[in-house]
């Protein structure tokens, strides 16, 4: 099998599932609350995971309070936004971009039929690129100031960074918390939020980047208030729940791989590996074009999102599969519903489009040989779908 399909989920690194297997099978079973050594070896066990995963995005790894454990990034996220709801209830709006995750954009709307708050969405041009000025008008109005700003780091779909130092100085300046979702960054891109003062809130995620599926995290800035989703003793008074141990263990040692990474140049072989893929894909497969690729525009290094005019992408994703190649058309939490991707059609793609693009995302596990076997059996795939679209649409 050939998994190019890593912004939906990643494989567990053998050396993280070496990490945690002494916390599932070898007995270090104790409950980091428990005052004996049992119990405090666990607790010192979690408190290096959260420095591993406090030294990957920059945040101080001696202060406790600034980095919980989660089940995911959409608990990191829905967490945020309650928050905000109790923090600031006479500020009744929020400011999202466009294109952020599902969780996000059911969060808005589900406060706007409930609570009756207004959302701003803040709308992209044909790259992605955000609207700066409509981010800053919608922070700086006066009159219905918002509670809070959640915008992405970098899009799953796409691959698309937005300028997240100009959004942190913006949010700053306005006097607006912001969250970023940087399930995307982390790991693929330097991240460090000491050096971005605007950012309140971050919300990372596990099974992104090498770690096993049901853990997050959540960074909240010294600076910041937050009201705890689940209000209990556990991790500084933020987060109740006895901590999923093997799982938080994980999650360090992939932080700390990730580190190594970047130092290393991991991922700047998969950015050549990936510009191979669409290099590749250009010229060997007639109207093709690659989304969010526009010179000059930053994206992050794994991920081709491309347009194949003529083919249903849902059914080359199928013909994919049964060649052993696993790909996507959007993001896994949308896949299944019917419409649009509402990435690609806030980027002004027509719903035709939209359903004819395919993306491909790598990892630092993907090797130089598959991308060539993926170039091999893509062209041909591609002309049957063309040829059947054709033939259906007669
Ligand atoms: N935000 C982004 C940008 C994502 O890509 C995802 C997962 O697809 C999430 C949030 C949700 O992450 P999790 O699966 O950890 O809840």
């Known amino acids: ?13 053998p050396e993280v599932a070496e990490a945690m297997e002494p916390y599932l099978a070898d007995g270090r079973y104790g409950n980091p609350s428990s005052p004996y050594r049992f119990g405090q070896e666990a607790a010192a066990a979690l408190t290096q995971a959260r420095q591993q995963v406090a030294r990957l995005i920059g945040a101080n790894p001696e202060m406790e309070r600034e980095v919980i454990f989660t089940s995911c990034a959409s608990e990191s996220i829905t967490s945020v936004f309650r928050s905000a709801v109790r923090l600031f209830p006479e500020r009744k709006r929020l400011v999202v971009s466009a ?9 808005c709307e589900e406060l706007e039929t409930e609570l009756d708050y207004r959302v701003t969405r803040v709308p992209v041009d044909g790259s992605g690129h955000l609207d700066i000025e409509a981010l800053e008008t919608a922070l700086n109005d006066k009159d219905d100031p918002p509670a809070l700003a959640s915008i992405m780091w970098a899009n799953n779909e796409t691959g698309v960074i937005f300028p997240v130092q100009r959004i942190s100085e913006l949010c700053r300046g306005a006097g607006v918390p912001l969250h970023c979702d940087a399930v995307q960054a982390v790991g693929k891109l330097p991240v460090n939020v000491s050096a971005l003062p605007g950012i309140s809130y971050l919300s990372l995620s596990g099974h992104k980047m090498h770690a096993p599926k049901g853990i997050g995290a959540l960074y909240i ?23 999923n141990m093997a799982s938080i263990v994980g999650f360090g040692k992939a932080a700390e ?67 052993g190649i696993n790909v996507s058309t959007g993001s896994a939490c949308t896949t299944g519903s019917l419409g649009p991707s509402h990435v690609l059609t806030a980027m002004g793609l027509s719903e035709k489009e939209a359903k004819s693009c395919l993306r491909l995302s790598l990892s630092r596990f993907t090797t130089r040989e598959e991308i060539y076997e993926v170039l091999e059996i893509l062209p041909g795939l591609v002309e049957r779908m063309r040829a059947l679209f054709a033939g259906a649409a007669k």
């Open 257 to 323: 791989m990730a580190v190594d990474g970047l130092k290393s140049g991991k991922m700047e072989r998969v950015a050549e590996l990936r510009d191979e893929l669409e290099k590749g894909i250009l010229q060997n497969i007639r109207d093709t074009e690659i989304i969010g690729g526009a010179k000059g525009a930053e994206r992050i290094p794994n991920t081709a999102k491309v347009l194949i005019y003529g083919a249903e992408a849902e059914g080359l994703l199928m013909m994919l599969d049964q060649a």
């Open 99 to 107: 294109v952020e995750h599902a969780i996000t954009l059911n969060l």
């Open 1 to 13: 099998m050939i998994y190019l399909d890593n912004n939906s989920t990643t494989a567990v690194a």
């Open 221 to 243: 800035s010294r600076r910041s208030r937050y009201k705890p989703l689940l209000p209990g003793s556990q991790q500084s008074n933020r987060r109740a729940g006895t901590e």
